[in-house]
């Protein structure tokens, strides 16, 4: 059962999985980051990068199709977003591995600072239902790049929250996932249990 779990993971089309406890953290979780570098890129197409955040909830239903039909409208550009996320994605990891591991990070810092203020223009308070303001977007769906807009503003926050002081990167082989440790003694030590936790046990035993 356990192994079963494992491949549908690592499979590149498989369905994503949302254990972060963030979607700027499951974000990143996109991908396993192994000490020779990213491995089983799961952004292999701009489909995939709206199916993720359609399932991330930072898109409803009508939003996702909006994209997928800005998608057809603006290939090239729907194409270069998918690069621009995988170029986020990168900066985003680097910058959650150094607050786990303490460490400066400023060339990466300067650079997500551009993109929340390239953000920042496109912020709307818009009605909910019932009427009360929240936080929206201007245009989002109407170009393939929107799509990155939420992701962005989501890190922001975490980034700049006391749950920094919670995040972790799984103790797994070859994984690299990072969560946000809500666990009640803190000390939750695997991105998921059944993948990463199985597998060392499984590892431990054949040692033994």
């Keep these: 059962m356990a192994s079963d779990i494992a491949q549908e993971r690592f499979a590149p089309d498989a369905p994503f999985r949302f254990v972060g406890g963030d979607p700027s953290v499951d974000f990143v979780n996109t991908a396993d980051w192994t000490p020779r570098g990213l491995e089983r890129d799961r952004f292999t197409s701009f489909d995939r990068l709206v199916e993720w955040a359609h399932g991330a909830e930072l898109l409803d239903t009508a939003q996702a199709r909006r994209f997928a039909q ?25 910058l959650l591995a150094s607050v786990v591991s303490g460490r400066e990070s400023t060339p990466s810092l300067d650079r997500f600072n ?42 922001a926050d975490l980034l700049a929250s006391a749950e920094t002081d919670r995040l972790r990167v799984c103790g797994g082989v070859d994984c690299g996932w990072f969560y946000v440790d809500r666990s009640r003694n803190g000390l939750r030590r695997w991105c998921e249990m059944s993948v990463c936790g199985t597998a060392e046990k499984n590892r431990r035993r054949a040692h033994r």
Excluded: C, I
């Design 114 to 155: 551009t993109l929340v203020s390239n953000t920042a223009r496109h912020v709307r308070l818009v009605r909910a239902p019932g009427g009360r303001l929240t936080r929206g977007w201007d245009a989002l769906g109407d170009a393939p790049e929107s799509l990155l807009w939420p992701v962005v503003w989501r890190a």
């Design 70 to 94: 800005a998608a057809q409208r603006h290939p090239r550009r729907a194409t270069a977003t998918l690069d621009d996320a995988r170029e986020l994605r990168h900066l985003l990891q680097d």
